[in-house]
C-alpha cells in the first residue's frame, strides 16, 4: 500500500538533544512537508520541500533543520535550539500541481524534559 | 496573507443531531479550500476539497460543505451526525496563485473538536 510513514510514533528525549524525526513516502509525490501541531493552534508550516535537494523555510523554522537528499525522505532534526520542542509533528506530501491536496503520515509525539 | 478562523473550538451535539462547524477564510482572491478530520493521536485525513465548479461539494463520511464567496465561507455540514464523527476537524486553504515562496503551501484553522453524545 502507498503512504507516509513516520518514525517513530513516541519519542522522549532529554533537554539539549538534536533528535531526527523521519518521514518516509512511497507515493512518488514531489512535495513534502513538516508540520508542528500544538492544542488550540492548528498546524504550523515548518519546513516544506518541492524537489530534491531544495527546501524552503516555513512560518516557524528556528530551531529545526531538514534535509533532502532522496525523493522519499525528509526527515526532520530538532535541535537544542528550539525552545520548545515538545509537540506533535506531522509530515506531509502532495504532487506537484495546483489543485492536488496533501497526503499525511500519522505523526511522531516528542517529549522533551 | 491569507488567514482561516474557525468558529468555535469545541462543538457538541448529540448523535443523530446536524453537524455544523464553521470556516471563514481571508483572502483577495478565493482560495481553493479543504476539510481535514483528525482522530486522536493520528494523522489527517481528506474529507472534501473546493477548486473550482459547483460550490457544494461532497465528501467522505457523507459530510458537505458549501463556498460562499459573497460570506468568504466553507462551512462544513452532515445532516446526522454519528459516534464515529468525534474528531477534531480542520478547515485550511491554499493560494490559487502559482509559484513563488507560497506555492503548495496549506494555511490551517485552529481546528474544532466535535463531540457527539449519546
Known amino acids: 500500500d502507498g503512504g507516509i510513514t513516520q518514525s517513530p510514533k513516541y519519542l522522549f528525549r532529554k533537554e539539549g538533544q538534536n533528535v531526527t524525526l523521519s518521514c518516509e513516502q512511497n507515493l512518488n509525490h514531489d512535495a513534502m512537508y513538516w508540520y508542528r501541531q500544538d492544542p488550540g493552534q492548528g498546524l504550523r508550516l515548518i519546513y516544506y520541500s518541492q524537489i530534491v535537494n531544495d527546501f524552503q523555510k516555513g512560518d516557524i523554522a528556528e530551531g529545526y533543520s531538514v534535509s533532502r537528499e532522496k525523493k522519499e525522505s525528509f526527515p526532520l532534526t530538532v535541535t537544542s535550539a528550539q525552545k520548545n520542542p515538545t509537540a506533535f509533528y506531522l509530515c506531509a506530501s502532495s504532487r506537484q500541481g495546483l489543485l492536488l491536496e496533501q497526503y499525511f503520515g500519522p505523526g511522531t509525539r516528542l517529549t522533551v524534559t | 496573507a491569507q488567514s482561516v478562523t474557525q468558529l468555535g473550538s469545541h462543538v457538541s451535539v448529540s448523535e443523530g443531531a446536524l453537524v455544523l462547524l464553521r470556516c471563514n477564510y481571508s483572502?483577495?482572491?478565493?482560495?481553493?479550500l479543504f476539510w481535514y478530520v483528525q482522530y486522536p493521536n493520528q494523522g489527517l485525513q481528506l474529507l472534501l476539497k473546493?477548486?473550482?465548479?459547483?460550490?457544494l461539494v461532497k465528501g467522505i463520511n457523507g459530510f458537505e460543505a458549501e463556498f460562499k464567496k459573497s460570506e468568504t465561507s466553507f462551512h462544513l455540514t452532515k445532516p446526522s451526525a454519528h459516534m464515529s464523527d468525534a474528531a477534531e476537524y480542520f478547515c485550511a486553504v491554499r493560494s490559487r496563485g502559482g509559484g513563488g515562496t507560497s506555492y503548495g503551501k496549506l494555511t490551517f484553522g485552529q481546528g474544532t473538536i466535535l463531540t457527539v453524545h449519546p
Open positions: 473546493y477548486t473550482t465548479g459547483a460550490t
Open positions: 483572502s483577495s482572491v478565493p482560495p481553493y
